[in-house]
Nanobody, 123 residues
Framework: QVQLVESGGGLVQPGGSLRLSCAAS????????MGWFRQAPGKEREFVAA??????YYTDSVKGRFTISRDNAKNTLYLQMNSLKPEDTAVYYC??????????????????WGQGTQVTVSS
């Protein structure tokens, strides 16, 4: 079992920054891929970013603005979000992919999910 707890969401003005954290427990954190997804009201959940070892992946709309990283010593995943836009408003979820193989861009590839944290970008 893996438990994931997100934090760091909030209200920020356009152009501002936030850093999301995802604390993991229950299994060896360093050995599996981690991802961030988001879901805006009335929309489907979408992939944001993923990290496997040192390889990172981003959806096009956040490239150059968001950075995914992990601290294996702290069992924590991060998402640094800069130059935020109103369209980034969503509930952000972290997810763990513990079974190797497959891809990183679909929610169905992941095995464990956090409860989500709200990010609102508005003036």
């Amino acid at each position: 079992q893996v438990q994931l707890v997100e934090s760091g969401g909030g209200l920020v003005q356009p152009g501002g920054s936030l850093r999301l954290s995802c604390a993991a427990s229950g299994r060896t954190f360093s050995g599996y891929a981690m991802g961030w997804f988001r879901q805006a009201p009335g929309k489907e959940r979408e992939f944001v970013a993923a990290i496997k070892w040192i390889d990172t992946y981003y959806t096009d709309s956040v490239k150059g603005r968001f950075t995914i990283s992990r601290d294996n010593a702290k069992n924590t995943l991060y998402l640094q979000m800069n130059s935020l836009k109103p369209e980034d408003t969503a509930v952000y979820y972290c997810a763990a992919k513990v079974i190797p193989g497959g891809g990183y861009f679909k929610g169905t590839e992941y095995d464990y999910w956090g409860q989500g944290t709200q990010v609102t970008v508005s003036s």
